[in-house]
């Protein structure tokens, strides 16, 4: 049995919404919590085009960018929303990554409650895995809860996921925002690195020195 096609049929078996699996990422409709989950936290209150959450757990930075102007209100539920900078307007992109890292599974909710937000639009998620394989997934938004649950398998990792709606009315706010499998490589790993690459550039300099004088 084809491998998309096996999934479907397990996800429905368990009573699940229906898989769609790209390489080795995994989109499933709902809110399905995975192992070593973490909430990302956003009461800050800071402003901009990028603006930063922080696990609850090991305290990770989470980035979110937007060619919107961001904000994650001070109080309330932890949320993403836009602003035209007096007033929330609907959040049509928005770009989440952990900053030099890559995270295995991620869960949000594009909700849709009040009067900023329409329902019935597309949305548009776009997932870049470490292999650099862009993976999409659509689907229409509705009045209340969206989630959306995005895992991995066979050794992928998450760099980056876009999120991009069709109504530019937006959505109301991206809210209820989890995350886990993030890998962060410890400086003395970079700095190993790059040393190690380093070392092996001056000695091909010099093995090419010796060809050239033989």
């Known amino acids: 049995m084809h491998l998309r096609t096996a999934l479907c049929a397990l996800a429905l078996g ?3 919404a ?17 192992p070593g989950e973490e909430n990302v936290l956003l009461s800050t209150g800071s402003t901009g085009n990028t603006v930063f959450g922080v696990t609850n757990t090991t305290h990770t930075p989470v980035e979110f960018n937007s060619t919107q102007t961001l904000t994650e209100p001070a109080n ?24 030099n890292g890559t995270y295995g599974d991620l869960i949000f909710n594009p909700d849709i409650t009040g009067t900023i937000g329409v329902a019935g639009g597309t949305l548009h998620v776009s997932v870049t895995d470490n292999m650099n ?9 509705g009045n ?10 066979g050794g992928e990792s998450i760099v980056s996921t876009s999120l991009s709606y069709s109504d530019p009315a ?34 091909r300099v010099r093995m090419l020195r010796r060809k050239r004088q033989a």
């Open 76 to 99: 309330g539920q932890a949320r993403i929303e836009a602003t035209n900078g007096t007033s929330q307007i609907g959040l049509t992109n928005v770009t989440i990554s952990v900053p």
């Open 14 to 16: 368990i009573g699940l």
């Open 170 to 203: 937006g959505f109301t706010d991206l809210r209820q925002i989890r995350i886990s499998g993030i890998a962060v490589p410890e400086p003395a790993t970079g700095i190993m690195l790059a040393t190690g690459l380093g070392i092996l550039a001056v000695a």
């Open 133 to 141: 394989v862009v993976s999409p997934f659509d689907y229409t938004l």
């Open 18 to 34: 229906p898989i769609s699996s790209q390489a080795g990422i995994i989109f499933t409709l709902g809110n399905h919590p995975q």
């Open 144 to 153: 209340g809860q969206n989630f959306l649950t995005i895992t991995t398998t």
